[in-house]
């Protein structure tokens, strides 16, 4: 078992900044990937960003550009910096965690923290 803990989120208007954070702690496997997702309303849960235990990183091409994800692998801790904030980036964020072990582990979600923009 994986848990995780965000911190971030809140309400900005069009063109600010936010940070997301997220803690991983429990049964953690050398090779992982961790990152973010989000899920406004009506819509699919999509891909925002992530970033590998060797710092691989992966971008939706919505947020390539403006958001840049960082993890700290000593602490299990990411951050996603959200940069240049546009209304249709209002959703909620879920970090998620997967370990890989032969192939990628079915993911851990922690609970979302709402991002709010607004025009």
């Known amino acids: 078992q994986v848990q995780l803990v965000e911190s971030g989120g809140g309400s900005v208007q069009a063109g600010g900044s936010l940070r997301l954070s997220c803690a991983a702690s429990?049964?953690?496997?050398?090779?992982?990937?961790m990152g973010w997702y989000r899920q406004a309303p009506g819509k699919q849960r999509e891909l925002v960003a992530s970033i590998t235990n060797s710092g691989n990183t992966n971008y939706a091409d919505s947020a390539k550009g403006r958001f840049t994800i960082f993890r700290d692998n000593a602490k299990n801790t990411a951050e996603l910096q959200m940069n240049s904030l546009k209304p249709e980036d209002t959703a909620v964020y879920y970090c998620?965690?997967?370990?890989?072990?032969?192939?990628?582990?079915?993911?851990?979600w922690g609970q979302g923290t709402q991002v709010t923009v607004s025009s």
């Open positions: 998620y965690f997967r370990n890989f072990l032969g192939t990628y582990r079915s993911p851990y």
């Open positions: 429990g049964s953690i496997f050398r090779v992982n990937v």
